[in-house]
């Protein structure tokens, strides 16, 4: 195995991805393995940062077409490409992905609140009658 590359296996087992989630990335263009000669995919770090990349968008559900055009901005960054919109193509991600998580704080604040309604209703319904 060439020097820093692991077979998928290793990459599912520390992501916590599935084997079938990790083909299907490679189907649809987000990160292409290198092969060795029997067709074994083969991944280096740059690999498995683009699939750590995905695997947090995808909760907060941005779709394959945003993913795509992320990473490659993220690539064209990486190889030095100085267009000055590419900053502010990241900004917009940052900016989404902030207001993302604020409605996922929102959902969470109502789903204590519900779970808290629900454990009261469970107490008062154990809760002995006085008859009168």
Not at 57 to 75: A, H, Q, T
Not at 104 to 113: T, V
Request: aromatic share 4%.
């Amino acid at each position: 195995m060439a020097e820093g590359l692991v077979q998928i296996g290793e990459v599912a087992e520390r992501l916590g991805l599935s084997l079938r989630t990790i083909r299907h990335y490679e189907e649809v263009g987000l990160v292409v393995p290198e092969r060795t000669p029997g067709g074994f995919r083969l991944y280096g770090e740059t690999h498995i940062d683009r699939l750590a990349l995905v695997k947090r968008m995808k909760p907060l559900g941005f779709s394959l077409e945003e993913m795509r055009d992320l990473l490659g901005i993220i690539d064209r960054v990486a190889a030095g490409d100085d267009d000055p919109t590419l900053a502010g193509r990241l900004h917009l991600f940052e900016r989404a992905v902030a207001d993302r998580a604020e409605r996922l704080r929102e959902q969470l604040a109502m789903a204590r609140e519900f779970a808290e309604q629900l454990r009261r209703r469970r107490l008062e319904a154990k809760a002995p009658r006085v008859r009168p």
